[in-house]
C-alpha cells in the first residue's frame, strides 16, 4: 500500500520528511501495525513522526467542513459500544471539552434525541441525523503541520481505553485409533 500511494504521489520514500500515525483510538492491532510501520521508517530514515488522535483528526475535518458548535465525535468501539469526544469548533479553531471515553448506544441515542451534533466515519449506521465524516489527508496534512510535538517513535503512546482482551484458543484433543 505504502508503495502504490508513493507511486501515485511520485514521490521517493527519501522525500518524506514527517510521517503522522495515528494512535487511536481503534483497532489493537490496527494501531500497533501502524506505530511499528511508522517507528521503523523513523529508524530507518530519520524521519519526523508525529502522533495523531482519530478524534482530533475528525475533529479538524469538521472544522474543515465547516461544522461549528458543540460537536460530539461517535466512532464504533465494537461490543455496542462507541468511542466518544466532545469538541467546541469554530472558524478559528476547536477544542476538545470533557475527556474522551467509551459510551453505551443508549448514551449517544440520548445525544441524537437532543438534537446535539454527531459526526464519526460511520455514525449515519446509527443515527440517520448524524454527518459521516472521514479525515481527509490534506486536512491531516495541514493538522500535523502546525503541530509542534514531533519526536521519537518509540515515545508515541497509543490511544486504548479498554484493556485487550485476548483468548488462547482451547489445546486441541487428540484422539487415539
Known sequence: M??????????????????AVGLGPGSYTGIRVALAMAQGWQLARGTKLHGASSMDCLAAQAQAEQIFGRVNVVVDAQRNEFYLATYEISAD??????SLRIVTLKDVQLRAKGREILIGPEVTRWFSGG????????????????????????????????????VKAPTRKSTVL
Open 2 to 19: 505504502i508503495e502504490a500511494v508513493l507511486h501515485k504521489a511520485k514521490l521517493e520514500r527519501e522525500q518524506i520528511e514527517i510521517l
Open 93 to 98: 479553531g476547536w477544542n476538545a471539552v470533557g
Open 131 to 166: 454527518q459521516t465524516i472521514f479525515p481527509l489527508a490534506a486536512t491531516l496534512t495541514r493538522f500535523t503541520i502546525q503541530q509542534d510535538g514531533f519526536g521519537a517513535g518509540e515515545r508515541l503512546e497509543p490511544i486504548y481505553l479498554r484493556k485487550a482482551n485476548f
